[in-house]
């Protein structure tokens, strides 16, 4: 563990003891975005980065911890008060949302979510449901992984380079990707998924799959994203489900005519599955938005739209399509000090 964050989890612990984080943030509504619940070992197995996902017990003890200090709403209730105004200045608010759809959420949040009677809200990527694919930073998570575990990688990196430079990426700019790989295997992972986010989707899907058949990955076995028939038993709970786009494509890239055509496919998507507590709120792949994306996005029928930003909704709401949330992840919030901490920070 590195220095700085010992620092942080002992100021978070001393903070948490004196009672600070108590009376922040009274009178005001955050919506918590997660995206994975998982045991540690099995996100480690999968290579799974720290800031995706969090553990299984971990999460245990978060939401016993909202349950004791806040009245957790379910979103649509949640943004209808903040948008009237309607917060009791003496008590804190809080939602729980999931990004992607992951079939974790099933297994392991779920369980959780009804012993507690938690409602929660799971933002699901039309194309994806009920099939064996998995999303292109997923698959290249698991790549690099596997390449970190290997005891001579300079072969295979060498070979990679070839396969980098027929796509126009030269050895230097490889070389920056990769650098500090020993010192810090996470960075480095994360630092390579931000430049494939830079890529032509093509060009990165095609790079993926050929990194995979060098490396030698099978195709994975279990299904990683969930299907009809869980989505339904969730339901039946009281889960609610948003969209998350139908293909998780990154919205101020495309044209007119595709943007448009991604966010009514995945409205249509939810309109014809409403007796699955589908609710008209969208939340933007990989937080990127802009006017042109918020306004297709109100023009196709939703009533709000989430962002990766960070902070509490705003009150009064000024921009119901550019709402706010708190990213909750194990690296940083693995204890419930620095889960209150997170939670009160503006």
């Not at 509504?29 to 799974?48: C, D, G, K, Q, T």
């Not at 105004?85 to 779920?110: E, H, M, Q, S, V």
């Not at 195709?219 to 998350?244: D, P, T, V, Y």
Request: glycine share 8%; charged share 25%.
């Amino acid at each position: 563990m590195d220095w700085s964050l010992k620092l942080r989890r002992a100021f978070a612990r001393c903070a948490y003891l004196s009672g600070v984080y108590e009376s922040s943030p009274r009178g005001q509504a955050v919506i918590l975005m997660y995206h994975r619940v998982l045991p540690s070992a099995v996100a480690e197995s999968l290579n799974v980065q720290p800031g995706m996902y969090v553990d299984d017990g971990v999460f245990r003890t978060q939401v016993s911890y909202l349950a004791e200090s806040f009245e957790t709403l379910g979103l649509e209730a949640l943004l209808e008060r903040c948008s009237q105004g309607d917060l009791d200045p003496t008590k804190k608010y809080c939602t729980i949302t999931f990004d992607d759809g992951w079939r974790d959420n099933y297994l392991y949040a779920f369980p959780t979510l009804r012993a507690y009677g938690a409602p929660a809200t799971i933002f699901l990527v039309g194309d994806y449901l009920g099939t064996d694919r998995r999303f292109w930073f997923d698959r290249l998570s698991g790549a690099l992984g596997r390449l970190r575990r290997l005891d001579r990688r300079q072969p295979l990196l060498e070979s990679l380079g070839e396969l980098f430079r027929a796509e126009g990426i030269e050895p230097a700019r490889l070389r920056g990707w990769f650098s500090g790989w020993d010192r810090d295997p996470v960075l480095t992972a994360d630092r390579v998924i931000g430049e494939f986010k830079k890529l032509p989707p093509e060009t990165g899907e095609q790079l993926i799959g050929r990194m995979e058949r060098l490396l030698g990955l099978p195709a994975s076995a279990e299904r990683a994203l969930l299907n009809w028939e869980e989505i339904g038993e969730m339901a039946r709970a009281k889960i609610c489900f948003g969209s998350h786009s139908a293909s998780h494509s990154i919205l101020p890239g495309l044209t007119p005519e595709r943007l448009r055509e991604e966010i009514d496919r995945s409205f249509r998507l939810m309109q014809e599955n409403r007796e699955r507590n589908f609710i008209p709120v969208f939340a933007y792949p990989n937080g990127e938005f802009d006017e042109r994306v918020a306004r297709q996005v109100c023009a196709s029928g939703f009533r709000a739209a989430l962002t990766t930003r960070r902070g509490y909704v705003e009150k009064p709401m000024t921009h119901r399509y550019a709402v706010n949330r708190v990213g909750i992840h194990n690296d940083m919030t693995s204890s419930i000090p620095m889960f209150a901490r997170r939670l009160g920070r503006r």
